[in-house]
């Protein structure tokens, strides 16, 4: 083939080699729009996928942030010694602390009615009661 390609006088005597020459040429240019197409869809779709993987990594990064703030919590909390009793993971420290605060209250407020009625009835006297 190489012969036939180098244009020497011997082959310009060759019938039909111009058929068989632009015949090559146009199934090569063919195979090359082929591999460009081919190279132009790979191209795009890296291109998405670096996309895709940059927004990836940074719900990594801040999913990491949550956990390690989350892991933080959960150390602290364990060095307060107040782990959740609570069936729900979502019952915070606070939440507990304002039922406790709310439930001191609660029993002063009775202890307070119950020291009160005493106090009456001791000035009321036996009279009172019938």
């Given amino acids: ?12 005597n060759i019938p039909g080699l111009d058929i068989i020459l632009r015949g090559e040429v146009m199934r090569k240019d063919g195979l090359v729009r082929q591999l460009m197409e081919q190279n132009k869809m790979l191209l795009t779709t890296r291109e998405r996928q670096e996309v895709e993987m940059q927004a990836l990594n940074e719900t990594l990064e801040v999913s990491g942030s949550d956990l390690d703030a989350i892991v933080q919590v959960d150390h602290d909390v364990e060095l307060l010694g107040a782990k959740s009793p609570h069936p729900d993971p979502g019952f915070s420290i606070i939440q507990r602390s304002d039922k406790r605060s709310q439930a001191g209250r609660r029993k002063q407020t009775e202890g307070r009615l119950r020291r009160k009625g005493q106090t009456d009835d001791k000035i009321a006297g036996p009279t009172s009661k019938r």
Avoid: P, V, Y
Avoid at 1 to 12: D, F
């Fill in 1 to 12: 083939m190489s012969q036939l390609m180098s244009g020497e006088a011997k082959n310009q």
